[in-house]
């Protein structure tokens, strides 16, 4: 019967022939990890004021909401407080309506920035990776140029 070959020791020749720089990789991840964070803290932080713009709106529609659950002397009556609460909550959803508006544009803005902030640091970074690929470039031009003595 015929054996299936092992390839670790092959896998693991070649990739011990490959340079890898470690610390590359390692400051990436940490750069990747920071990002993450601060866009993690963002979000955070909109879910939270939208849970309690939820929350306050919920009690004050409940509060808006008691007259209307009261027993009435008149039909009539019971038509007006449906009609004070409709009017009531039409008012308190417009200022709901744009306090999440505002929540949304903050995390917006927020996002942008810390979005333009890493695209920045990616454009130093490559700046500064480009020079040096250009100055190792230049030496091992100026080496091979060289007549061997």
């Known amino acids: 019967m015929n054996k299936t070959q092992d390839f670790t020791k092959y896998m693991t020749d070649m990739m011990g022939m490959m340079p890898v720089d470690t610390a590359a990789m390692s400051e990436a991840f940490k750069a990747q990890a920071a990002f993450a964070e601060k866009l993690g803290q963002i979000a955070l932080q909109g879910a939270e004021q939208s849970a309690e ?3 306050k709106w919920t009690r004050e529609t409940l509060e808006k909401m008691a007259p209307v659950a009261t027993v009435k002397d008149d ?4 038509a007006k407080a449906m009609t004070d609460f409709a009017s009531a909550y039409a008012e308190v959803s417009a200022e ?3 306090a999440f508006a505002e929540v949304a544009k903050k995390v917006q803005m927020e996002t942008m920035d810390v979005m333009m ?3 920045k ?3 130093e970074d490559a700046s500064v ?3 040096q690929a250009t100055a190792q470039a230049t030496t091992a031009t100026k080496r091979a140029a ?3 003595k």
């Open 121 to 123: 640091e990616a454009q």
């Open 96 to 98: 709901n309506m744009a």
């Open 129 to 131: 990776a480009v020079k």
């Open 117 to 119: 902030a890493a695209g």
């Open 53 to 55: 713009i939820s929350h």
């Open 146 to 148: 060289v007549p061997a």
């Open 75 to 78: 039909a009539s009556d019971y």
